[in-house]
């Protein structure tokens, strides 16, 4: 869970003419159906709702670095459990929490 909750802990702050304005927290999910990965604002349910289904299918992703690509997470449980044991199912490198934001699927161009 604490990995979940670091993955959904990403905020930043823009700021215009002096103001700031508070930008949504990001999270990187990996759909179970689709298999794809999408940029979402995160959310504290999983898993969580995908916009286009109104399904539960979206759980935090993980990046490989070897692979450079988007993995799904570990469960929570597991993750508190051994946090080493998040491996790329490929390559079996330690998976890590950020990486470079997937592009968006075709459809969404």
């Known amino acids: ?13 823009v700021g215009c003419g002096g103001s700031e304005v508070a930008v949504p927290p990001q999270a990187v999910y990996f759909d179970t159906a689709s298999k794809q990965v999408m940029v979402l604002p995160a959310s ?14 979206l759980v935090p992703a993980m990046h490989c670095p070897q692979c450079v ?9 597991q993750l508190n459990r051994a946090a080493a044991s998040a491996r790329c199912p ?4 330690p998976l890590q929490l950020d990486g470079p934001l997937p592009a968006a ?3 969404e161009r």
């Open 44 to 57: 504290g349910e999983y898993p969580a709702i995908h916009p286009a289904t109104g399904q539960p299918t």
């Open 105 to 107: 699927p075709e459809a």
């Open 69 to 77: 690509a988007w993995r799904q997470a570990p469960p929570p449980e």
């Open 90 to 93: 490929r390559c079996k490198t």
């Open 1 to 13: 869970m604490a990995a979940a909750l670091a993955l959904m802990g990403l905020l930043s702050l």
